[in-house]
């Protein structure tokens, strides 16, 4: 009875708003969802239709439901369950200009942890996504496009490109055969990181020598590789065996596992010339070994201190003299200063893996409900590449 009645509606809605019978998918239900609840409203009243039976219906097609995890307790150390919760949110009809997309592939970043605190409790979780258009009233934005968007930790969202503050969604290019999600990683914010923060501010030079910390991670394996590209000797730092390894088969020189060896020591061993320039990830005691060994004229990029991200800054000694007598130059840097430049990065990046000169990993979650437990693993050496989850 439900099932017949509810065909019957639809075809009265798609002829009311002008579709054809084809055009009507699961979308155009959801975004019409809203009229067909009012529909339903006015057919339960004029049919006698039980409300018990009918009201199902109006649940399941009052609008797009959107699955939103939530910032719900001020991180204090490391995060833990207790500082997200899963609500639903229903989302209005769209009006002009906007569109509909649900999300495919969700970015865990370490930037969240320390961004979130500037945020109230109550806030959805910060972060980019990729996700398809289902929807759209945006000619620039058509149905089916994949696009990437500063959408948060939510499965569906409704967003007027025009009207969107800071880093506005834009469709993803050609990828060719490659996976929309390395647009996450890869070709994507770390890849542009690695891509713009590496080259822009090491200014690398042929046979200068390279190190990277956080270099199994998904920005700092980009670096080792451009660098390598560039003619550098290369050393990663990384904190497990099994990433050393994946370094060196990425064309690493040296890997040095920091969790197991004395830094120090093992870069006086991998770099007997000192160091050109240095790409720090990570800040702390990883650094201060580093820019002992810095040589005339070294070049550090401050990309991220994660390893105080939890725990609030290390104590370590005072680098000036050598800044002085060394000349050195240090430049920390956000990666939206080359946001005009955003497609230059992607491309060259495609470029290369075209060519088969750059390579990428993905650490996939998959579930939309792992959202938390991938942000919190990845914080913990979790991944390798890019953390990613996948909305299942
Ligand atoms: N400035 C910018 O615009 C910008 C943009 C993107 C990223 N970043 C920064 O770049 C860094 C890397 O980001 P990503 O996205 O590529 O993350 P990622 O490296 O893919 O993941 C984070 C990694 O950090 C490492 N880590 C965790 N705790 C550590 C500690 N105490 N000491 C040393 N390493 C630790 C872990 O690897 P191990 O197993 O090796 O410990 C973990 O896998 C972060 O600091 C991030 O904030 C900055």
Not at 99 to 124: H, I, K, T
Request: aromatic fraction near 10%; hydrophobic fraction near 40%.
């Amino acid at each position: 009875i439900i099932y017949q009645y509810s065909a019957t509606l639809i075809s009265n809605l798609c002829l009311q708003q002008n579709l054809s019978q084809n055009d009507l998918n699961i979308r155009t239900l959801i975004s019409t969802g809203i009229n067909i609840a009012n529909a339903y409203y006015y057919d339960i009243i004029h049919h006698s239709v039980s409300v018990t039976l009918i009201y199902p219906f109006l649940a399941v097609n009052m609008g797009v439901v959107s699955r939103n995890w939530l910032y719900v307790k001020k991180f204090d150390g490391e995060p833990t369950d207790e500082n997200f919760q899963l609500t639903e949110e229903e989302l209005p009809a769209l009006e002009d200009g906007e569109f509909l997309a649900q999300a495919e592939f969700l970015s865990v970043d370490p930037y969240m942890r320390p961004y979130m605190g500037r945020f109230p409790v109550g806030s959805l979780m910060i972060g980019g996504q990729v996700a398809k258009i289902v929807e759209s009233k945006h000619a620039k934005f058509p149905v089916g496009a994949k696009v990437f968007g500063q959408f948060g930790w939510r499965t569906h969202t409704v967003c007027n490109p025009d009207k969107t503050q800071g880093d506005k969604p834009y469709l993803l290019p050609d990828f060719g055969t490659l996976p929309s999600s390395l647009a996450l990683g890869i070709l994507g914010m770390p890849g542009n990181t690695a891509y713009f923060g590496f080259l822009e501010i090491c200014t690398p030079k042929e046979g200068e020598t390279v190190v990277v910390s956080g270099a199994a991670g998904a920005v700092g394996s980009v670096v080792g590789q451009i660098a390598k590209l560039k003619g550098c000797q290369v050393i990663g730092i990384a904190g497990s065996d099994d990433k050393c390894q994946w370094l060196k088969t990425l064309g690493f020189d040296h890997a040095i596992n920091y969790k197991t060896e004395n830094v120090l020591e093992a870069l006086k061993t991998a770099a007997p010339k000192g160091i050109d320039c240095y790409f720090d990830n990570v800040g702390g005691t990883i650094t201060e070994s580093v820019m002992r060994l810095m040589n005339l004229f070294g070049r550090i990029s401050v990309c991220g201190t994660i390893s105080n991200y939890n725990t609030g800054p290390t104590m370590v000694q005072d680098p000036q003299r050598d800044f002085v007598f060394k000349q050195l130059k240090m430049e920390g840097f956000i990666v939206s200063r080359w946001r005009d430049r955003w497609l230059e990065g992607i491309l060259a990046n495609l470029d290369w893996i075209k060519q088969g000169k750059l390579q990428y990993e993905e650490t996939v979650t998959k579930g939309f409900d792992n959202m938390p437990k991938a942000f919190m693993d990845m914080l913990k050496g979790g991944n390798t590449g890019k953390a990613i989850v996948k909305v299942e």
